[in-house]
């Protein structure tokens, strides 16, 4: 019987690790599943620099229009260190993934996630709101 596919397609397909080319540089799934995380963790970081130095309240929610306050720069610094600790620690909970994709520490990542997320809503309603809104 003739192999239609050519010899070793089934094996080079479903026997090998599978691996990226970025850049020239050869990647494992698992490095790049990290490499996207940290760029979500980038992002993250990057609404804090810019949070920082915006001269008008910057907003929390999506959608939503930021709310009246009395003091917009400690407001904006007070959101600008919660989306840097937010995106610091997103960063971190990405290390997990570094063991494999079929490894039980990506529950870690994917709890500490939805955990983090609402740590940060209530500390941005029950702290940062409650103390600069006019």
Do not use: H
Not at 12 to 39: D, S
Not at 66 to 88: C, H, Q, S, W
């Amino acid at each position: 019987m003739i192999n239609i596919w050519g010899r070793g397609f089934f094996e080079n397909t479903f026997l090998k690790r599978e691996r990226f080319f970025y850049g020239g540089v050869e990647m494992e799934g698992r490095t790049m599943g990290f490499a996207v995380w940290c760029g979500v963790g980038g992002i993250i970081l990057c609404l804090a620099v810019y949070a920082c130095f915006a001269k008008r309240p910057v907003g929390f929610w999506a959608n939503v229009k930021a709310p009246e306050v009395t003091d917009v720069r400690r407001y904006n610094r007070a959101v600008a260190k919660l989306f840097g600790i937010l995106g610091m620690v997103t960063i971190g909970l990405g290390f997990p993934l570094l063991a494999g994709q079929n490894s039980a520490w990506v529950l870690i990542s994917v709890v500490g996630v939805m955990a983090e997320s609402i740590a940060a809503m209530a500390v941005y309603s029950l702290v940062i709101e409650k103390k600069y809104r006019k």
